[in-house]
Each structure stands twice: as structure tokens, then as C-alpha cells.
């Protein structure tokens, strides 16, 4: 089975702070994918990656950027963290095209006081 | 732009159906299932990839309309363990992109 590995279930965080969100998934998967999850909005792409050091920009990218410097590895930074991006955020996974599902994290609640 | 779910929320009992609502203002390449239990991962239940297709297992099922904008999830005969969210999810043709639609809570009560 896939495992996908985000690094901390809870996070509490300050306004302002730089803030780091790991998923590491063990299945060689190409795609690698950020989403945050939010009451009646469902889940935002945030940003992806079909490749080591290649990254796209999802629909709500703004005050995130990512790293994708090995292929099993993909980080979220949140580069000034504000209330504003307390939420659930999910790491997926896929292998090859479009056709393939999503493989999920457990997520990590963050919050921003 | 983000597939619009319909109902947002369903609250039904333990026998019922139900009927979730995928749609979108352009062709979909595939469309994917997925549901999510409280305190959960999405965990993917199934995917089309032509219009017109239906498929399921069990209890669930899904179809695909002809444009290939419209697809809809069937829960028959709904059980507990049905109760979560359930979103769609698709590809942008081309591209790696991977979007979800809006989500459906459902419960399912005794």
C-alpha cells in the first residue's frame, strides 16, 4: 500500500512565523500535490509537482510557496504564516497521468494565533 | 474552476438512497470518487473516464453524462459506515493539475 507521511497531525503556530508542512510518500509517485481543506469549500489545490524540482501553481497559491528537492519528498512553506491559512492542509500523491488516484496524508490541523 | 457539488449536506437513515451531484462548467477528462471519514484521509472509491460509463461495486455506483460535465455518485440502501464526505475530483486534460470538487457530508443515522 502507499503511505503518505505528513510530519505533524496538530501544529500551533504565530502570526508571522515561517512555518514548514513535510510529506514524504514511499510508493516513487512523480506527482505530488498540497490542498487545503475548508468547511463547505472542499479541497483548494494550493500548489504540485510532476517532478523533482518542478512545481506548478494550484488555484490559491498566494503566502505559500513549495520545495521539492528529492522525488519522495514535497514541503509547504508558509512564508509569513497569518489567520487567515489556519486550516487542514493534505499532501497527496499519483503516479503517472490524470487517470490515477490521489493517495492522501493523515493531514495536518494548523493553526495560526 | 472548482467542480460544484450538490446537495452540500444529506442527512439520511439507515435503508435509504442518495444521490451526490458532480458538476462542471467545461469537459471533464476522468472523474474520480473519493470519501472521507471524520478525522480521515480521502480514500478513492472509483473512476470514470467516458461519457456515458457507469460503474460500481456493492452499493455505490457512479455514471458519467455524455458531455462529459456532469457526474453523479449513487449510494443505495445506505449503511453507517457511508457517513463521511464525499468529493469528486478531476484532471485538467494535459496537465498534471488536480482539482476537487466542493464536497457532500453525509449521515447516516440508525
Known amino acids: 500500500d502507499v503511505k503518505v507521511t505528513q510530519s505533524s497531525r496538530y501544529l500551533v503556530k504565530r502570526t508571522g512565523e515561517k512555518v514548514f508542512l513535510e510529506c514524504v510518500q514511499d510508493m516513487d509517485h512523480e506527482n505530488m500535490f498540497w490542498y487545503r481543506q475548508d468547511p463547505g469549500l472542499g479541497l483548494r489545490l494550493i500548489y504540485f509537482?510532476?517532478?523533482?524540482?518542478?512545481?506548478e501553481k494550484g488555484d490559491i497559491p498566494e503566502g505559500y510557496s513549495v520545495s521539492r528537492e528529492k522525488k519522495e519528498r514535497f514541503s509547504l512553506i508558509l512564508e509569513s504564516a497569518s489567520t487567515n491559512q489556519t486550516s487542514m492542509y493534505l499532501c497527496a500523491s499519483s503516479d503517472g497521468g490524470g487517470n490515477q488516484p490521489q493517495h492522501f496524508g493523515d493531514g495536518t490541523r494548523l493553526s495560526i494565533l | 474552476q472548482q467542480p460544484v457539488q450538490s446537495p452540500q449536506a444529506v442527512i439520511l437513515r439507515e435503508g435509504e438512497d442518495a444521490v451526490i451531484n458532480c458538476s462542471s462548467s467545461?469537459?471533464?477528462?476522468?472523474v474520480h470518487w473519493y470519501r472521507q471519514k471524520h478525522g480521515e484521509a480521502p480514500i478513492f472509491l472509483m473512476i470514470?473516464?467516458?461519457?456515458?460509463e457507469q460503474k460500481g461495486h456493492d452499493k455505490i455506483s457512479a455514471s458519467f453524462n455524455e458531455k462529459k460535465q456532469q457526474s453523479s455518485l449513487y449510494l443505495t440502501a445506505s449503511q453507517l459506515s457511508y457517513s463521511g464526505t464525499y468529493f469528486c475530483?478531476?484532471?485538467?486534460?494535459?496537465?498534471?493539475?488536480?482539482?476537487f470538487g466542493t464536497g457532500t457530508r453525509l449521515k447516516v443515522l440508525a
Open positions: 467545461k469537459a471533464l477528462y476522468s
Open positions: 475530483g478531476t484532471a485538467d486534460s494535459g496537465t498534471y493539475k488536480y482539482i
Open positions: 470514470l473516464l467516458k461519457g456515458g
Open positions: 509537482s510532476y517532478d523533482v524540482k518542478m512545481k
